[in-house]
């Protein structure tokens, strides 16, 4: 992986081992810091709610053995909740709290890779030294005692800005960062002339789903690989191809280079209402495993 940034942008680069290149836009401060906000709300508004469902329970069934029961839960669960919050809902929601969803926001491996549930245990264990250092409440008014803390976050804040990726505490620690989550890009329109793509293309399952990233890498692919060699080709295809044609159960001698022309062509060119491909002199060719013994008229 390799990343640089540009002067004066909050662009930065992520270079797939690949050699695939992704353009992200780093989330500033003034954007992170309203969805942090929003979810202070929504942490305190489950806590809330499940404070009153706890003391209705323990008022309907009127035992004194269950409010010690009922106190102790609300304990934990105020643990749970104030501190695995964040980490829980960007381990399952792509990197996206409730308030990152709202603001367009959501964090990433540094590779550019969806975040796992290490790196988001981590950094959201770490926040609290992003949210030194505290001040008291008698700072602001004299006759408060001094018991309750408000978090100024400088720290975090002065390691935003100092950053090249825009990154906290927590973000170096866990090898993550914040980008603005991208609402559409623009499709890709190369052409593909090769009349063995629409026949191998026909074989991939239905009911493979591209992820959003794997269709970028499909685009940027067939955009730039008229301007490499064969053989290049086939060492950048390398890494994408042979984990679909295990997934697919193709032969193994598929070519590499063709197999992402077939997954581009399904995913972007082919219309579900079209007619089915002409196979031509393909025809009775099984790139599938189970098929080998099958003849094959013309290789793939």
Known sequence: ??????????????????????????????????AYLIDILVRYGIIAALALTLVFVVGMIDVDILGSFAFGAGLVSYFLISWFYGAAMETYFNGRTVGKWMFGIRVIDVDGCPITGRRAIIRNLLRIADLAPMSTLPSLAMDMPPMLFIPTGIVGMISVICTRRMQ?????????????????????????????????????????????????????????????????????????????????????????????????????????????????????????????????????
Do not use: C
Request: hydrophobic residues 45%.
């Open 168 to 300: 906290r505490l927590g973000d170096i620690a866990a090898g993550t960062m914040v980008i603005v989550d991208e609402k559409t890009w623009r499709l890709p329109v190369a052409k593909i002339e090769d009349p063995r793509v629409a026949p191998l293309a026909s074989f991939i399952p239905g009911d493979y789903l591209v992820s959003r990233s794997m269709a970028r890498t499909l685009a940027i692919y067939a955009e730039r690989r008229h301007y490499l060699t064969p053989g290049r080709r086939a060492e950048i295809a390398r890494h994408l191809a042979i984990p679909l044609i295990e997934r697919f159960e193709f032969v193994s001698d598929v070519d590499f280079d063709l197999l992402m022309l077939a997954l581009y062509y399904r995913t972007f060119l082919a219309d579900p209402s079209d007619e089915p491909a002409d196979l031509g002199p393909l025809a009775g060719y099984s790139p599938l495993r189970r098929d080998q013994n099958r003849a094959i008229p013309a290789a793939i």
């Open 1 to 34: 992986m390799g990343a640089t940034s540009r002067p004066l942008d909050t662009t930065i680069e992520v270079v797939t081992p690949e050699n695939i290149a992704f353009e992200y836009q780093l989330a500033g401060p003034f954007r992170r810091l309203p």
